[in-house]
C-alpha cells in the first residue's frame, strides 16, 4: 500500500469515528430532550443555536426514526469498512470500494445541504453537532474525489466496479444485505417512539389539577390555596419555555394543594412589545392572544398545552390556528372577535409592563416570593421548602 493510500485510508477513518460520535451524541440529545424535561444540553447556547430546538422539531425524523439513528448506522458500516481491512476484502477485493464511497459522500453532502436549509429556514435554529456532521461529510466528498484522483478513475466506473466486485463474492453479498435488511427492519419495528408528532395538539386527557383566575384575572393551575405560587412569565415560541414548562407542570401535579402556577404573557414580538426592535419570534404576539381569547372560554390551560405541544409546527408556520379552535372545541366566531379586540391586547401589555418594571430580559423568567429565576425553577430548594413545611 502506498503512502497515498495509507493517507486516504487514515483520514476516512478519522471522518467516520468523527461522524459516528457526532451521530452517537445527536441521537442521545433527541432521545433526553424528548423524554427528560431537566435535562440541558451542552449545545443549548441560545433561541437561534438550540440542538434542543432541532430535536423537538418534526425534521428530525425520517421514516418513523431519528436522522441520528440513521446517521449512526451509515458511519458505523464506513467506520467498520475502513477500520477492518479483512472485512473490506471479503466484500470488495484487494481494491478500496472508492466508487461507493463517493457517491454514499455525494449523496450525504446533498441532504446535508437540504437539513441545513431546512435548519435555518423552517426550523429558525441551528444545531450545532448537525453542522459538524455537514462538514464531516463535506471532508468526505473533498477526500473520495481525492482519492479516486489518486487512482485515476473515474467515479461511474469505480462504482460499476465495486458493485460488480461485490456480487462476484455471492455468499458474502447475500449474508451483508441479509444482515443490513433485518438492522434496519429491527430498528423500524422495535425502536421506542418516545416523542409525540403524531398530532398537532395534546392528546385530551382528564385534569388532574383546578384551574382558575387570580383576581387580576391571571390564570392559575395548582392549588386552590396555596402555599407556594409561582408566578411564569414566558412566550408562546420559545423553546426553553416549553421545555420549563413542562417541568413546572410536574412539579405542579406533584404537589397539587400546595403549589400554584400563575402564568403571564411575556411575548418577544416586535408586533405588541416594544422593546423588541428587530424581527424576533413573530408569532409570539398571536399565540398570546389566542391563548387569553381561549382562557374567556375556560380553556387556557388546553390552549396554552396546545400550544406548547405543537411548538415545532408553530415555528415553523405549519400551524393554523382555526385547526386549534376546532380541535379544542372553542366558539370560532368569539375566538375571531376576541383577538381582534382591544381587550385582548391590554392584558398582553397589562403582563409586558408588569415584566419590565421587574426587570425581566428573558424567557422563561420566574418568580417565587419576589424572588426571580431565569430560565427554570430550583425544583430542589422547593421540595426543601415544602419538605421542611410538612
Known amino acids: 500500500m502506498t503512502t497515498k493510500s495509507k493517507l486516504c485510508g487514515v483520514s476516512l477513518l478519522f471522518l467516520s469515528t468523527i461522524g459516528l460520535l457526532c451521530s452517537i451524541q445527536l441521537t442521545r440529545i433527541h432521545y433526553l430532550t ?13 433561541d437561534k443555536i438550540n440542538c434542543e430546538t432541532v430535536a423537538l422539531s418534526s425534521y428530525s425524523i425520517l421514516w418513523g426514526i431519528p436522522i441520528s439513528v440513521w446517521g449512526l448506522l451509515s458511519y458505523l458500516a464506513l467506520f467498520l469498512l475502513v477500520a477492518v481491512p479483512t472485512l473490506r476484502k471479503k466484500l470488495f477485493g484487494e481494491k478500496p470500494p472508492l466508487g461507493l464511497m463517493f457517491f454514499s459522500a455525494l449523496g450525504f453532502s446533498f441532504f446535508s445541504a437540504y437539513l441545513a436549509f431546512i435548519s435555518i429556514t423552517r426550523i429558525a ?26 487512482f485515476r478513475i473515474n467515479p461511474l466506473k469505480a462504482l460499476f466496479q465495486d458493485i460488480r466486485s461485490f456480487f462476484s463474492r455471492p455468499l458474502a453479498a447475500s449474508l451483508t444485505l441479509i444482515l443490513a435488511l433485518l438492522v434496519v427492519l429491527v430498528i423500524l419495528v ?20 383546578q384551574t382558575g383566575f387570580t383576581p387580576e384575572g391571571h390564570p392559575w393551575i395548582g392549588a386552590r390555596n396555596p402555599i407556594i405560587s409561582i408566578m411564569e412569565y414566558t412566550d408562546y415560541e420559545c423553546p426553553f419555555c416549553r421545555k420549563s414548562h413542562r417541568m413546572t407542570r410536574q412539579l405542579v401535579e406533584r404537589h397539587p394543594t400546595k403549589i400554584r402556577l400563575v402564568h403571564r404573557h411575556f411575548p418577544l414580538d416586535q408586533a405588541c412589545n416594544p422593546s423588541i426592535t428587530r424581527p424576533f419570534h413573530q408569532r409570539a404576539c398571536e399565540l398570546s392572544r389566542f391563548a387569553f381569547c381561549a382562557g374567556e372560554q375556560k380553556k387556557f390551560w388546553k390552549a396554552n398545552d396546545a400550544i406548547f405541544f405543537a411548538l415545532d ?10 385547526d386549534l379552535i376546532s380541535e379544542l372545541r372553542l366558539d370560532l366566531k368569539k375566538m375571531k372577535a376576541c383577538m381582534h379586540s382591544s381587550r385582548a391586547n391590554e392584558e398582553i401589555q397589562t403582563d409586558l409592563q408588569a415584566g419590565h418594571a421587574l426587570n425581566i430580559r428573558g424567557t422563561p423568567t420566574y418568580f417565587i416570593g419576589g424572588k426571580s429565576f431565569i430560565g427554570t425553577v430550583p425544583q430542589e430548594a ?8 410538612d
Open 34 to 46: 424528548h423524554t427528560d424535561p431537566a435535562y440541558e444540553a451542552v449545545c443549548a447556547v441560545s
Open 382 to 389: 422547593i421540595e426543601n421548602y415544602l419538605a421542611n413545611l
Open 125 to 150: 435554529s441551528i444545531c450545532l453537532f448537525c453542522n459538524a456532521l455537514y462538514v464531516v461529510n463535506l471532508l468526505f466528498l473533498i477526500l473520495s474525489i481525492l482519492c479516486l484522483r489518486q
Open 313 to 322: 409546527y408553530v415555528r415553523a408556520k405549519d400551524i393554523v390556528l382555526s
Open 190 to 209: 422495535f425502536y421506542p417512539t418516545y416523542w409525540s408528532e403524531e398530532s398537532k395538539i395534546p392528546p385530551e386527557t382528564t385534569p388532574v389539577v
